[in-house]
């Protein structure tokens, strides 16, 4: 889920649930809009009210449900074109085999299908069938078609199904369907780029048990990932210990230490045009680790550390490197230190925040640091935060 408190305030939903079980999503899924400010109209087909009723998504939404085509509640009677005035998405959850082939045929027989066919905002549906449904050439050509026609398809993912069987039509969650919808609504500003980032901290061993690490929770990188992948890029994103969860279509490597980390993102290298070093990389490692545990006695213990290899650093110095963008976490002379790595590591682009203003938290204060100088963003939600470093990585890339 975002990280954003209210994402959708001042969005106009139009959800139409058609009748699967998966309809219980549909349900949480109102509550996820309508918890992160939208307005959400509920659209019901006959069979959608078999699995849930209306109640149940007048309660969620605080607002009334529309099932039928001959509803006078609007006051022109014309509920199949005013409904999606001025909406910023209809979105159709679940959609079943046969909601799709209505679609796909412009039907328009019952409320949700006419909307459907009198839209005028972006259509997604969310399929949900059992397997055998799925991957039938009917519903494939279906898929195709609709795709061609310019609706987003949601998924489905693979897994259990309702009937018993496993297999791929499972509907997606109602939080992917949500970060879907988010993702929908950003500007393509990386379309067509690919993108690597480091993001965490990593650990280096001493013994089986014990290592030093850095802290750091792996929210502003994870957040980064997410933004870009929002933005149209293809996000790979290489993660040392960190509990966030992989944002939907990111590629993800997990590491533990600074050389595993450095591995992956040479592994990753080719073809990136963008390199995104979030991590908060252990500059030390011990020199040697030990294979058994090192057992506790009165005595002084000193660890021998050595350096790690400097990620970013190795990766900007080369000759056809990506774009190059730095973090700089300090805990004070902000801007001293942030030019100073920009210029030392020869970066077009370094993001500095001081460590009380970001560590661990939602939020971040950061100000970005570029060869025509500082520009500080408002204090934000790191998923904000993300949104307006890609904004202006998009724009310092533009201008190369
Ligand atoms: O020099 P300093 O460690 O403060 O630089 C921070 C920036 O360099 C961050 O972008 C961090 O991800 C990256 N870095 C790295 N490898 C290291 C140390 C830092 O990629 N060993």
Request: glycine share 8%; with cysteine.
């Amino acid at each position: 889920m975002s990280q954003q408190a209210a994402p959708l305030q001042n969005r106009h939903i139009v959800l139409g649930v058609t009748g699967g079980v998966a309809a219980y999503k549909a349900a949480e899924l109102t509550r996820l809009l309508v918890k992160a400010g939208a307005t959400v109209d509920v659209v019901l087909t006959d069979a959608a009210a078999h699995f849930v009723g209306a109640a149940t998504y007048q309660a969620l939404s605080g607002r009334p449900v529309w099932t039928a085509l001959w509803d006078d509640r609007m006051r022109n009677a014309m509920a199949h074109i005013d409904l999606t005035r001025g909406a910023d998405a209809l979105l159709v959850v679940p959609a079943t085999a046969d909601f799709i082939a209505k679609l796909v045929h412009g039907f328009a027989d019952d409320l949700l299908s006419t909307l459907c066919l009198a839209k005028d905002c972006p259509l997604l549906v969310a399929p949900a069938m059992n397997r055998q449904m799925w991957e039938n050439p009917a519903t494939r050509r279906n898929i195709a078609q609709l795709a061609s026609d310019g609706v987003t398809v949601l998924g489905p993912a693979s897994g259990d199904q309702a009937c018993g069987e496993v297999g791929e039509g499972r509907m997606l969650e109602a939080h992917e369907i949500f970060d879907s919808l988010l993702s929908s609504f950003q500007p393509k500003w990386l379309a067509g780029k690919k993108v690597l980032i480091t993001a965490g901290p990593t650990f280096e061993a001493i013994d089986p048990v014990r290592g030093i690490t850095n802290s750091s929770s792996g929210k502003m990188g994870f957040a980064l990932a997410r933004a870009c992948q929002d933005a149209g890029a293809c996000v790979t994103l290489v993660a040392g210990p960190s509990p966030q969860s992989t944002p939907m279509g990111v590629r993800r490597t997990d590491v533990t230490s600074a050389l595993q980390m450095r591995d992956a993102v040479f592994a990753n290298l080719k073809g990136q045009d963008i390199f995104i070093a979030v991590a908060a990389v252990a500059d030390y490692r011990p020199a040697k680790t030990a294979t058994q545990k090192i057992k506790k006695s009165g005595a002084k213990l000193a660890v021998d550390l050595i350096p790690n290899p400097d990620i970013l650093a190795e990766v900007a110095a080369l000759r056809k490197a990506p774009f190059c963008v730095g973090f700089a976490a300090e805990s004070t002379n902000l801007a001293k230190y942030a030019e100073a790595k920009r210029k030392a590591k020869k970066l077009p682009l370094v993001v500095g925040n001081l460590v009380q203003d970001g560590l661990g938290g939602d939020t971040n204060k950061v100000t970005l640091f570029d060869a025509t100088g500082a520009h500080p963003l408002p204090p934000a939600d790191k998923a904000s935060v993300a949104q307006g470093i890609v904004a202006h990585m998009a724009g310092l890339l533009k201008k190369k």
